[in-house]
C-alpha cells in the first residue's frame, strides 16, 4: 500500500475511477480535497482527513448521549453538529401513545445508546433508530472521544488496530463512526486501552503506526508483542 501525507489540491493517482470522498477528479487524475493521509492500493483509493466534525451518513453506527426529550421523541447529542432525533415509535412500535407510556421508562437523560443515522438529508436533523442487533442502551464503559475522521485510523484494516488493542488489554472497543468510542473490560487495563485510543487519534497521520502501538503496548504490559498480536496487521509501514 502506498501512503503520503497531501494537503488539498494533491494527485493521488491517476486512474479511470469514481473520486472516492474527501477527492476529486479532473480528467485521469485524482486529487486530495482536504489535509489528511492517501492510502492507495490498487485502484482503491481514501483519503482520511486529519480534522472534521462528523457529519451524519444514513446507516453509520453512532455513540450518543440522551440529553433531552418531549412527548414523542428522544434527543441526543451524536458528537456532530446537528442533535439527533430518536423517535418513540421507532422503540414502542406505531401505536404508541405519549398519555399512555412515559418515554423516561425506556431511555433517561444521560443514557448512553448506540443507535443507527436512519434518515438525514440536510434539511432536517438526523434521525436514529435503536432497531437491530445490540442497539440500545449502552449500560457500562468509558466513553473516550476522537476526531470522527480518525475512526478508521483506530479501526485499521480489517480490524487490526482494534483487535490489537482489545487482545493486548483484554477490554472491549465499540466504536462509532462518529467519534466516540465505549471501552468496557477490567478496572485495571482500561486505562491503558484509552491511552492506546489516545495515541491512535494523536499519530493518525504518521507511518508505522501499527508498530508503534504494539511497541507502546508491549512496554506498558511488560511483556513480547507476539504474545497478544494474532490478527492480520496494518500495512502502514
Not at 477528479?25 to 493521509?37: E, F, P, Q, T
Not at 441526543?76 to 421507532?90: E, T
Request: net charge positive; aromatic share 6%.
Amino acid at each position: 500500500m502506498q501512503r503520503k501525507f497531501v494537503v488539498p489540491g494533491d494527485l493521488i493517482i491517476r486512474a479511470d475511477i469514481r473520486p472516492p470522498p474527501n477527492t476529486y477528479r479532473m480528467g485521469d487524475a485524482i486529487y486530495s480535497l482536504k489535509v489528511g493521509l492517501s492510502e492507495v492500493e490498487g485502484r482503491n483509493v481514501r483519503v482520511i482527513p486529519l480534522a472534521g466534525k462528523y457529519v451524519p451518513r444514513i446507516d453509520d453506527t453512532v455513540i450518543g448521549v440522551v440529553i433531552d426529550m418531549n412527548a414523542f421523541a428522544w434527543i441526543v447529542d451524536i458528537n456532530s453538529f446537528f442533535p439527533a432525533y430518536l423517535p418513540a415509535s421507532d422503540v414502542f412500535g406505531k401505536r404508541y401513545s405519549p398519555e399512555m407510556i412515559d418515554l423516561s421508562r425506556k431511555f433517561d437523560i444521560g443514557d448512553v445508546i448506540l443507535a443507527r443515522i436512519a434518515a438525514f438529508d440536510r434539511s432536517k436533523d438526523p434521525m436514529l433508530t435503536v432497531s437491530g442487533p445490540k442497539l440500545g442502551r449502552l449500560s457500562s464503559g468509558h466513553l473516550v472521544k476522537i476526531s470522527p475522521v480518525k475512526v478508521p485510523r483506530l479501526i485499521g484494516r480489517k480490524g487490526s488496530m482494534s483487535k490489537m488493542i482489545e487482545h493486548a488489554t483484554g477490554t472491549r472497543l465499540i466504536i462509532g463512526q462518529n467519534g466516540v468510542v465505549v471501552v468496557t473490560g477490567p478496572p485495571d487495563k482500561i486505562p491503558l486501552a484509552i491511552k492506546s485510543i489516545e495515541m491512535v487519534e494523536r499519530e493518525a497521520h504518521l507511518a508505522g503506526l501499527t508498530e508503534d502501538v504494539q511497541n507502546f503496548l508491549s512496554r506498558k504490559l511488560g511483556v513480547k508483542a507476539s504474545s497478544f498480536v494474532n490478527e492480520p496487521r496494518d500495512h502502514d509501514e
